[in-house]
């Protein structure tokens, strides 16, 4: 079935092809779903722009499918623009789906497998929409035209000379389209003064059908298009006079008086930077900032900091042994020097670290962005009007960790669209605004991330939570009535809890919040939930900054060193120094006037293969710590200390361990096992309740 | 069809892995225990910065015995993974044809047949040629996982 496919691109240009094309539709996406909004024409020429430069790169590899879907798409924005066509829901429905569409076909470049999406309908669609006024269609229509941002910057003389504006077409069946513009472009430039240009001379690319320029300086308009059109294979001259004000009726985005959908997105910060965004290559100044950055392949990135993790381990160890020497020869020169060059050394590591460290940070925008398109579909799906804000997507986050986030996020989003917000005439009933509201935030603090999903919905009903859990066998009728309002509402992340009455395609389809839990806490974060009845439900992630260095308790059990990353632990206190109950076998502590039940690490970690183990129970302590709303204290054999640890994953031949996450490598070469706070607690605290 | 063998010795039986798998010979070391490890891997160490874990192919393939005081860890590298396997003592490097390569009969090895390429005969000697693929199994792994919750 699988029928394989090559393009016109080499191994190590699919990258860049893929981030580029990515680049592009989502900023077409989000042009898109904002113009819906606004409709400002400035917006549609945004739009054009990306969708236009899709069509290049793809024509550029000979990907004649996302061609095809790519100019459908432009040829019905080019028709926004020049005022043939207004925007309907319907027809944004077909934009978006020719974006779904074109990074459908993107993936064939991955795979080199044809894949089976069908765009024959989609097209016609398209096409459609055109054909409500074909036969007025001027021109013009396709021309490209400067956006109001260009012309604040670009300080034309629009009162002193006469300005022309000239679009140039190289013929369809062009062998090298971009060629042909080229050669006319040189020529336009021999004859006046170019003060704008799309795409600009240099930037043309293959595919390229279309440049437009804004020149002064023309004396024979007639006898420059007869000379353009003489040129080889240029299919299409105009010559019109510009003016400012032609500029503004030139375009027409959506009527706001159109049928709008029932979503409403507002992007506080993310707007911003859309904007910024999207002026994009064809004002000169901004691609000179451009290309101050270089694109860097990620599994660089990955051992850039693998090395550097090698690196702040390496001075632990210098540190160890100049203090040694320094405790020897207390008054020799050359060790005095060693001294001082080791703080110097461990300085510049430190340095080093956090750049490492701030490369691999991306904002979080790329992951917000996708997040307007999500609730406006499901809105349309279920019928429910909402209004998302978005607030701190600037707020930097590691690169593989936005990755992982991903998941978690949608199914929250989900969550809140399907369970939380309720129907428009529902919420009318309550006394509450037809339109709901959905909040998404992102918060940096103390070396940690803080993501909230909020809404003003219903809000989660702790009576109806506990009934389903008795029921489906999750907890007891007597442990139920000994449970706090959060002990239930918490239960929403017991495997298999679903309250949805229905199965639909949004949500109560099995997959829940636990696995929202199970995903976040492999990455070492954590998901707390708040709510009040019919005021709403705010769920809140907490993630760190990054996966590769941690801070971490250093601790000894049985003889052998393990690291407590220190986001579980909240504090810790000798053995001798509390009072241990025992009930049932089950050992626990009065702690902050709450039952702390006790996990003993020495036989949790106790194992054969470790021969005969010496105890000094002297200086025996437990540490509590705390994921979600579970909390234990762990005993252990002695404290050592705090240490900053680069987390190595066990080899996969070893599978999974229970309660441990890794291992690290200290500075002196000795090996900590690195312990998995969530997944030692859930397995505990499973055990600790039948053991009782 | 020539290929270079290294040889060693676990308990009393030769071995052969395929000296292109083969990164390095170290001297025993310090094994941290990983508990709930499973049962064949005796623990990892630090191998030039990295964690790796080590097997004792003596527990992998079911020998029962006392083992020797001084052993090695060969460090293989088999599809981007690096493993410490234990064995007593390596022989030496040698080159076999591999085209006379007998399949394992439970007749002739002492152990599990599961983990072998074949046999060779070496003069008088049989060298039971190892299957890294299989002796790393991850399937089998998961198996293991499984029966053990």
């Known amino acids: 079935m699988s029928e394989k496919i090559r393009f016109h691109i080499e191994a190590d240009e699919v990258d860049i092809f893929v981030e580029s094309v990515n680049e592009s539709l989502q900023m077409m996406e989000a042009g898109v779903l904002a113009w819906e909004q606004e409709g400002r024409p400035e917006q549609i020429a945004d739009i054009f722009r990306a969708i236009h430069s899709v069509k290049g790169m ?12 790519a100019h459908a798409a432009e040829e019905v924005l080019a028709a926004i623009r020049a005022g043939e066509i207004e925007g309907v829901p319907a027809m944004v429905d077909d934009l978006l789906q020719a974006i779904d569409s074109l990074r459908q076909l993107r993936e064939e470049v991955i795979t080199g497998v044809v894949s089976d999406i069908k765009i024959g309908g989609l097209v016609e669609r398209l096409e459609g929409w055109l054909l409500v006024n074909d036969e007025e269609k001027g021109v013009s229509a396709l021309i490209e035209m400067p956006t109001e941002a260009d012309l604040d910057k670009l300080n034309l003389p629009v009162d002193e000379v006469p300005l022309w504006l000239v679009g140039v077409w190289a013929a369809e069946n062009s062998l090298a389209p971009a060629a042909r513009l080229y050669q006319a472009g040189r020529e336009l430039a021999g004859r006046g003064t170019i003060w704008w240009q799309r795409p600009l001379l ?42 400012r004000e032609q500029v503004a009726v030139a375009w027409s985005g959506g009527d706001k008086s159109q049928e709008r959908p029932k979503t409403n997105v507002e992007h506080k ?33 990955d051992r850039l900091m693998n090395l550097v993790g090698e690196l702040v381990t390496n001075r632990t160890r210098l540190m160890q042994i100049e203090e040694v020497l320094d405790g020897r020869y207390q008054r020799d020169e050359t060790v005095r020097s060693l001294g001082d060059m080791v703080t110097q050394f461990s300085n510049v590591v430190s340095l080093l670290q956090d750049e490492v460290m701030r490369a691999r940070l991306l ?16 809105a349309r799906q279920m019928g429910k009007e909402v209004e998302l804000e978005i607030e701190g997507a600037a707020t930097e986050l590691d690169r593989s960790l936005i990755e992982l986030i991903n998941d978690p996020l949608i199914h929250l989003i989900r969550n809140a669209m399907g369970h939380g917000l309720e129907l428009p005439d529902e919420r009318e009933v309550a006394g509450k605004p037809r339109v709901g ?68 395609a949004v949500s109560g389809r099995g997959v829940g919040l636990d696995v929202v839990r199970t995903n976040v806490a492999q990455f070492g974060g954590a998901v707390v939930v708040e709510s009040e009845l019919g005021v709403g439900s705010r769920f809140i992630l907490t993630l760190p900054l990054t996966l590769a260095i941690v801070q971490t308790m250093l601790v000894e059990i049985r003889g052998c060193l393990y690291a407590v990353p220190m986001a579980g632990i909240i504090e810790s206190m000798y053995v001798n120094e509390v009072k241990i109950n025992t009930i049932k076998g089950a050992p626990s502590i009065n702690w902050r006037e709450q039952v702390l039940p006790l996990l003993d690490l020495r036989e949790f970690f106790a194992d054969e293969r470790q021969g005969e183990v010496e105890i000094d129970v002297s200086r025996a302590a437990i540490i509590t710590v705390q994921w979600g709303h579970k909390r234990a204290g762990l005993i252990v054999d002695r404290i050592h200390g705090q240490q900053e640890i680069v987390v190595k994953a066990f080899s996969p031949i070893m599978g999974h361990i229970p309660g441990l996450s890794g291992a690290t490598i200290l500075g002196d070469g000795q090996i900590a096992l690195i312990i998995d706070v969530p997944n030692l607690l859930n397995a505990f605290l499973r055990t600790y309740k039948h053991s009782r | 069809m020539n290929e270079k063998i290294v040889v060693f010795r676990l308990a009393a039986e030769k071995y052969g892995v395929d000296v292109k798998y083969v990164q390095s010979i170290i001297e025993m070391q310090t094994i941290v225990t990983v508990p709930h490890a499973p049962d064949f891997v005796s623990g990892v160490i630090n191998l030039r910065g990295a ?22 860890i060969v460090i293989v590298e088999f599809g981007q ?45 049989l060298i039971i040629l190892l299957d890294l693929a299989r002796v790393f199994s991850l399937e089998e792994q998961t198996a293991l996982q499984i029966v053990a919750e």
């Open chain 1, 58 to 69: 793809a024509g550029m590899i000979a990907h004649d499918r996302m061609v095809v879907v």
């Open chain 1, 202 to 243: 240099e930037k043309l690319a293959p595919g390229d059908m279309q440049i437009s320029t804004i020149l002064s300086g023309i004396d024979d308009v007639e006898q420059l298009e007869a000379e353009l059109l003489s040129m080889t294979e240029i299919a299409k001259v105009t010559i019109q006079r510009w003016t």
């Open chain 1, 269 to 301: 910060e993310a707007q911003a930077t859309y904007s910024n965004g999207t002026v994009n290559g064809q004002i000169i100044e901004a691609a000179a900032v451009a290309d101050k950055s270089v694109r860097i392949n990620i599994d660089r990135l």
């Open chain 1, 363 to 378: 904002p979080l925008e790329q992951l917000f962005q996708k997040m307007p398109r999500l609730v406006r579909d499901l």
């Open chain 1, 437 to 504: 509201m959905i909040r998404l935030t992102a918060t940096a603090a103390e070396g940690k991330v803080i993501l909230t999903v909020e809404d003003d919905g219903r809000g989660i009903d702790v009576k109806r939570i506990g009934e389903k859990a008795v029921a489906e066998g999750i907890v007891s009728e007597n442990e139920l009535a000994e449970m706090n309002k959060q002990a239930i509402i918490d239960l929403i992340f017991m495997t298999n809890f679903s309250t949805a009455g229905e199965v639909t």
């Open chain 2, 51 to 72: 964690v790796i874990p080590v097997i004792d192919l003596g527990i992998r393939f079911e020998l029962t015995r006392e083992a020797p005081l001084k052993q090695v």
């Open chain 2, 81 to 125: 993974l690096q493993i410490g396997l234990i064995v007593d003592k390596v022989m030496e490097v040698l080159t076999a044809d591999i085209s006379l390569l007998e399949p394992p009969s439970p007749l002739l090895v002492t152990v599990n047949t599961t983990y072998l390429r074949g046999i060779l005969r070496d003069d008088e000697e």
